[in-house]
């Protein structure tokens, strides 16, 4: 049987097209699109091609003629452990249900191709908007077709938002809700350099996502306005996790140059930083200061407490709602960059 043609003509995907594409059988693709059951990394990544190569969409045509809304917000974040992204996520929650809508979440654990694969069902689900959260894939293919997403989901109705995260570009129908990541990375090492410090080592660095490459771009700038040359030695790259900061502190320690203070990409990788120099004897800050980005609620409650950079993670949900579904009433702005600010504890001391 030939395939039924879309709207404008051409000829629309199948489920079955994507399986015979990929090699796998109906119920694998639907798996693999549900995320809710294991699947093998190599046939998910069959299958995820064969989605990018078809540009096939969930069939939700008879939904889209009734004209109907699903009321829902869908929400497209890295994890939900992660205290800085359940916070936003709480805060996305309380502003649907005041206005209404049900908060659908979908995690995507840093994959870049699954966060595409997300989109892609959603756009034809008549859903409300679609937030994406935490920083973005730096590749160009990513950046091209998040863009076409973008306009799908305008066509139809809907609203792609990125939270806490940069632009598309200013021709990209989408709801920007953002803080001043580099502004904050800026002000931290600012802050240690006038503490000092000419030995800040920057762990966490990644030029795979918007996030860590924005943070060390205020690192990079800062050093420049103050006069002191970067020793790119110091730039530590690593993810976002305990482990990371733990085992970047460790190499550092035994194979690095020397260092006066340490800015953890994140609170979380700030706490494995202090496990591995309290490990290694080095007290804080009387030794080394620590700093770490985000002010998350454990970031007060360790030993030394954090200096760290807050943001403002519940209002930058709640925004995100708030300007996607009032996008058409006059005044309401559609790029927002809200402000961040340290917030000094005890793991600083002047050199």
């Not at 890295?78 to 979440?105: K, M």
């Not at 989109?119 to 920083?135: C, K, N, S, T, Y």
């Not at 305008?154 to 570009?169: I, N």
């Not at 702005?333 to 793991?347: E, K, P």
């Amino acid at each position: 049987m030939a395939r039924r043609p879309s709207a404008d003509g051409r000829r629309r995907t199948t489920i079955k097209d994507v399986a015979t594409r990929a090699g796998v059988s109906v119920p694998t693709v639907s798996r693999v699109l549900a995320g809710n059951y294991p699947v093998a990394t190599a046939t998910r990544t069959k299958v995820l091609r064969a989605i990018r190569e078809l540009d096939y969409v969930v069939n939700a045509h008879a939904r889209a003629l009734a004209g109907a809304t699903t009321k829902t917000i869908a929400l497209v974040l890295h994890d939900i452990i992660s205290p800085f992204f359940s916070h936003i996520a709480q805060g996305v929650e309380e502003q649907a249900a005041a206005e209404g809508r049900v908060c659908l979440v979908r995690t995507t654990h840093g994959d870049a191709d699954r966060e595409l694969a997300v989109v892609e069902m959603m756009r034809e689900q008549h859903g409300d908007a679609v937030i994406l959260v935490g920083g973005a894939s730096q590749r160009d293919e990513y950046r091209e077709r998040m863009t076409r997403f973008a306009h799908a989901l305008d066509d139809a109705g809907s609203r792609l938002v990125l939270c806490g995260r940069p632009s598309l570009g200013p021709d990209v129908p989408a709801t920007v809700v953002e803080y001043d990541n580099e502004g904050g990375a800026f002000a931290m090492t600012s802050y240690l350099l006038s503490a000092g410090h000419r030995r800040i080592a920057f762990v966490g660095a990644s030029d795979m996502a918007s996030t860590p490459t924005e943070r060390v771009g205020g690192y990079v700038r800062a050093h420049e306005s103050f006069g002191v040359p970067v020793d790119p030695a110091l730039i530590v790259p690593g993810e976002f996790a305990r482990s990371s900061g733990h085992h970047a502190t460790r190499r550092l320690l035994e194979h690095g140059p020397e260092f006066t203070a340490v800015f953890a990409v994140t609170d979380i990788v700030a706490t494995g930083v202090l496990h591995a120099l309290r490990e290694a004897g080095r007290r804080v800050p009387e030794d080394v200061s620590v700093v770490g980005y985000d002010d998350i609620p454990v970031a007060a409650e360790l030993t030394p407490t954090l200096t760290t950079v807050r943001v403002p993670q519940l209002e930058l949900g709640r925004t995100a709602v708030r300007l996607a579904l009032h996008r058409h009433e006059p005044g309401t702005g559609q790029h927002v960059v809200l402000g961040t600010h340290i917030v000094v504890r005890d793991s600083v001391a002047p050199r």
